[in-house]
């Protein structure tokens, strides 16, 4: 689809066009494993789902059009995503990567990658880009980061750490779950690669797990990774693709109103007595407010939070959240709380976690789009139960 239309309208239409044999205005499902072909070796496109399926086409297509990509590809999971980008790498490579990242990721460099391919990784704090420089090595072959980071909202500059990758030869991945790319795009500030977990704001509504990868240039990246995608295998069914192209239909509607409710609640919470900090890209008091105002064109719907207190508080007032769900996960329609500790970033080691800023009282939220004033009173409430317990 051509570059002029804007991203609600790509989200709508790209890769999307009516089904030929019928007129179908919506992508049908194409629940097959294989296809007729009239000739040995001749096909119409398609001969193996695993190889390629027309309902998964349209969702790579989508979202290769809004990053405004090259190409796209469709995973299993986020985590599936991620794996394959680092097929790219060469046994014994070294990766140089943002030190706070979500802890599935961390274990996959740790636990998975370091064992079966010899992968070293430097985490660092891409704030200094000097220290990033010195930090490269001869066997440095990938530059990682997030941004904002999970859980702690870190922005870094991604116009900058892409030059980098540049100017040594490095191939530049920017994990843009978070921000999605009706907020940023790092593509256009010079990524080589975008990963999401498309489980989250893409897909939007929590009933499917999936994951994306996106190249900015139709080069040798993006042939090694269609061949790892067929190859490797972790691909997405396609009643999952069908899911996730749905959910795209309304996603930029859903980024203004996360935007909305987490701005209408991190400004709540900053003012509670009972909070010590707020992290929120939206609030002038985030050490990277500038840098968020001039690279996101919204602040997003992730909001952390440190409780005054420690795990006992934080224990409390999470199990008397009603409203938001006690859960892991992000970016659906419904709220979601978490303790990153003890949930999403326990694989991390607790030293680890410590360093990085990740403690006990320090608390997650997705903002969903329920009423702002319900989601505020629902805070409120498990408040309350805290300062019943201080008495």
């Known amino acids: 689809m051509t570059k002029s239309y804007r991203f609600s309208t790509k989200a709508i239409h ?3 066009e009516p089904e030929p044999a019928t007129g179908a205005v919506i992508t049908p499902i194409f629940a097959t494993s294989t296809f007729v072909q009239p000739s040995p070796g001749v096909n119409k496109g398609y001969e193996y789902s695993r190889s390629g399926n027309p309902t998964r086409k349209a969702l790579e297509q989508c979202n290769a059009d809004l990053e405004n990509g090259a190409r796209g590809f469709a995973f299993s999971s986020g985590l599936a995503a991620s794996s394959t980008v680092l097929e790219l790498l060469p046994h014994g490579s070294h990766i140089l990567s943002i030190n706070d990242l979500y802890g599935g990721t961390f274990r996959l460099f740790e636990r998975v990658r370091k064992n079966s391919a010899g992968i070293e990784t430097t985490y ?3 704030k200094d880009i000097d220290a990033a420089r010195k930090a490269i090595r001869d066997t440095t072959r990938l530059i990682w980061v997030e941004t904002p980071t999970n859980p702690l909202l870190k922005v870094v ?4 750490i892409a030059l980098l990758a540049r100017d040594h030869g490095l191939i530049s991945v920017c994990d843009n779950t978070f921000a999605t790319p009706y907020i940023q795009k790092p593509l256009e500030l010079g990524f080589d690669i975008v990963v999401h977990s498309a489980t989250k704001y893409l897909n939007g509504h929590s009933d499917v797990v999936a994951g994306a990868v996106v190249v900015r240039e139709q080069n ?3 042939d090694r990774l269609a061949f790892l995608h067929n ?4 691909l997405l069914s396609p009643f999952d693709s069908f899911l996730v192209l749905r959910g795209l239909k309304t996603l930029a509607i859903r980024m203004e109103a996360h935007s909305k409710n987490a701005l209408t609640i991190s400004q709540f919470l900053e003012n509670h007595p009972l909070v010590e900090k707020v992290l929120y890209p939206g609030l002038p008091s985030h050490p990277d407010f500038s840098l968020a105002n001039i ?6 719907g992730m909001i952390t939070f440190f409780l005054k ?4 508080e934080s224990r409390i007032f999470l199990e008397h959240c009603h409203l938001f769900s006690l859960a892991e996960s992000l970016g659906g329609a419904e709220s979601l709380i978490e303790h990153p500790a ?3 970033h326990a694989s991390i080691p607790a030293e680890t976690r410590k360093k990085t800023g990740i403690s006990d009282n320090l608390i997650r939220i997705s903002v969903g789009i329920e009423d702002v004033n319900d989601l505020i009173a629902d805070l409120e409430n498990a408040f309350g139960a805290l300062r019943k317990i201080s008495k």
């Not at 500059?157 to 900058?160: F, H, K, R, T």
């Not at 190859?231 to 972790?234: D, E, K, L, Y």
């Not at 690279?295 to 997003?300: H, I, N, V």
């Not at 207190?309 to 006992?312: D, R, V």
């Open 14 to 16: 790209s890769g999307q």
């Open 124 to 126: 660092i704090d891409f």
């Open 157 to 160: 500059d991604l116009e900058q």
């Open 220 to 222: 040798e990246i993006a």
């Open 231 to 234: 190859a490797v295998g972790a």
């Open 295 to 300: 690279q996101m064109s919204l602040p997003g």
């Open 309 to 312: 207190g420690g795990i006992e």
């Open 342 to 344: 003890i949930m999403t």
